[in-house]
């Protein structure tokens, strides 16, 4: 079992749309997650980060922990067709470790 | 604020020959990391350094991957010989505390 799932998609959504991203882990030593946004071509950029359990809000992007169900959450509010790209989760047991990536999935927001 | 450098951004090369890739971090920061991506997956890390010094090399296959950082700055990751598993985007990433930074990537082919 990896210790990060991710539905790798593709999902495609009309713009406007509010899209849900998910991941899974099986670790319950991870304390911090992260969410990723990766252009083609490009590298991981950093979207959102949490610690523990929660939400936290950054504009259109909510991210949201359920360490009980060991569940990661995405969202993202009023999608742009510049939202298109891979979103990868990632977690990790202790800051500036070793991160374990989802293997991302792949949005498509049309115009 | 400049970002994580990595060159060649591509490279293809024939199974057996070795290559090497170069990564110039973000301006003071200490750990820096090489990520290995294959096609359709998350990066997985290869090697974690903490200024000059190996913190992480778990995931390193050392029979055919070796990594520097001399004087704590620049970095080289080296393939001999590569094998076509090996054909993957290497990640380099570096980080003052939590955050990790990422550069393009150097997609490597091998034929």
């Known amino acids: 079992q990896k210790e990060v799932e991710q539905d790798p998609g593709p999902l495609s959504v009309p713009e406007g749309a509010i899209v849900s991203l998910n991941c899974t882990y099986s670790?319950?030593?991870?304390?911090?997650f992260m969410w990723y946004r990766q252009y083609s071509r490009k590298g991981p950029e950093l979207l959102m980060y949490?610690?523990?359990?929660g939400n936290k809000e950054d504009g259109r992007f909510t991210a949201q922990v359920d360490k009980s169900s060991k569940y990661i959450s995405l969202f993202i509010r009023d999608s742009q067709p510049s939202d298109s790209a891979t979103y990868l989760c990632?977690?990790?047991?202790?800051?500036?470790?070793?991160?374990?990536f989802g293997q991302g999935t792949e949005l498509s927001v049309k115009p | 604020e400049a970002g994580v450098a990595q060159s060649p951004r591509y490279k293809i090369i024939e199974k057996r020959q070795s290559v090497a890739f170069w990564c110039n971090p973000i301006?003071?920061?200490?750990?820096l990391y090489w990520y290995q991506q294959i096609l359709g997956q998350g990066p997985k890390l290869l090697i974690q350094?903490?200024?000059?010094?190996?913190?992480?090399d778990s995931q390193l296959p050392k029979d055919r991957f070796s990594a520097e950082r001399l004087k704590g700055v620049d970095s080289t990751l080296k393939i001999q010989p590569a094998k076509l598993e090996d054909s993957a985007v290497y990640l380099c990433?570096?980080?003052?505390?939590?955050?990790?930074?990422f550069g393009p990537g150097t997609r490597l082919t091998v034929l």
């Open positions: 949490t610690y523990s359990s």
């Open positions: 670790n319950s030593a991870f304390q911090y």
């Open positions: 990433a570096s980080s003052e505390r939590d955050t990790q930074y």
């Open positions: 350094f903490q200024n000059n010094g190996v913190v992480d």
């Open positions: 301006s003071g920061h200490a750990t």
């Open positions: 990632a977690s990790d047991y202790n800051q500036g470790g070793k991160l374990i």
